[in-house]
Nanobody
Framework: QVQLVESGGGLVQAGGSLRLSCAASGFSFSNYAMSWHRQAPGKERELVAYISSSGDTVSPASAKGRFTISRDNAKKMVYLQMISLKPEDTAVYYC?????????????WGQGTQVTVSS
């Protein structure tokens, strides 16, 4: 069955860095777009970074310059490198696999990993 397992979350001070990883299995990884999303308490889930099956990336203005998504098709892994972290980046971060950006909501989701940024 499809599995997306996130890791790498934790507690970090403001200005610090973290690298999240997502291990995928159970589907044709190289044919899927992958993305990272986050949900803070009391807020809606939001897109953090997206990478297409061909490697094109999309990210919102809040993440540009600080968050970098990458993928390793051979290892069936997707990564999110986060730098210059801010307290407002505190959230549960989720990995997603979808056919394309239009089908993210109906794609596969991981269980999430908590990122906490202290001030």
């Amino acid at each position: 069955q499809v599995q997306l397992v996130e890791s790498g979350g934790g507690l970090v001070q403001a200005g610090g860095s973290l690298r999240l990883s997502c291990a995928a299995s159970g589907f044709s990884f190289s044919n899927y777009a992958m993305s990272w999303h986050r949900q803070a308490p009391g807020k809606e889930r939001e897109l953090v970074a997206y990478i297409s099956s061909s490697g094109d990336t999309v990210s919102p203005a809040s993440a540009k310059g600080r968050f970098t998504i990458s993928r390793d098709n051979a290892k069936k892994m997707v990564y999110l490198q986060m730098i210059s972290l801010k307290p407002e980046d505190t959230a549960v971060y989720y990995c997603n696999a979808a056919v394309n950006i239009a089908t993210v909501e109906t794609g596969y989701w991981g269980q999430g990993t908590q990122v906490t940024v202290s001030s």
